[in-house]
């Protein structure tokens, strides 16, 4: 039996084999999902915010792209992880509302994409699929059988990445 680990907004968490992780409601927010295929150990992150270095209050490391990732890593290290064997796949980043004006500070989901696949390079995981940007909220469910990513979306039906 597998075992379902719900994964907040600002939120990571990292599970052994056999387990899923899942997120609900990512709009504009990245589902970051880390896999290692030797080990089976899956991670997820439900990152609001592109960088921790813009915001006043930064103490919750999941809610930002470039801490989250870390310390995604560092959690999936203490199940066993190398680092060298885990690839990622993203999902969310929606640009959930119309502005008249397309300042950047407005294009969040657009700037959570961007932070997180630099600070995955950063950290040399690659990213295998990606499934982002688009109008339309997901939810998502990562399977440590096989890395597989369920991306279920209102209106666009489900699939796998």
């Known amino acids: 039996m597998e075992n379902?680990?719900?994964?907040g907004m600002a939120d990571l968490n990292v599970s052994c084999h056999p387990g899923v992780l899942t997120t609900l409601g990512l709009g504009s927010c990245v589902g970051i999902a880390l896999y290692d295929p030797t080990t089976k150990i899956i991670g997820l992150a439900h990152v609001m915010l592109p960088s921790s270095m813009q915001a006043k209050n930064n103490s919750n490391?999941?809610?930002?792209?470039?801490t989250a990732v870390v310390k995604l890593v560092e959690d999936m290290?203490?199940?066993g992880v190398r680092k060298e064997n885990l690839v990622a796949?993203?999902?969310g980043g929606a640009q959930m509302f119309?502005?008249?004006?397309q300042?950047?500070?407005m294009r969040i989901g657009l700037r959570n994409v961007i932070a997180s696949k630099e600070k995955l390079e950063e950290l040399?995981?690659?990213?295998?699929?990606?499934d982002t940007g688009?109008?339309?909220g997901r939810t998502i469910e990562l399977f440590s059988e096989d890395g597989r990513l369920l991306i279920k979306t209102i209106g666009h039906g489900v699939k796998y990445i």
Do not use: R
């Open 61 to 66: 490391i999941a809610k930002f792209a470039d």
């Open 77 to 79: 290290k203490k199940l």
């Open 103 to 105: 300042s950047d500070m």
């Open 134 to 136: 688009g109008n339309h």
């Open 124 to 130: 040399k995981i690659p990213i295998i699929s990606e």
């Open 4 to 7: 379902t680990i719900k994964v």
């Open 89 to 91: 796949k993203l999902a």
């Open 98 to 101: 119309a502005f008249n004006q």
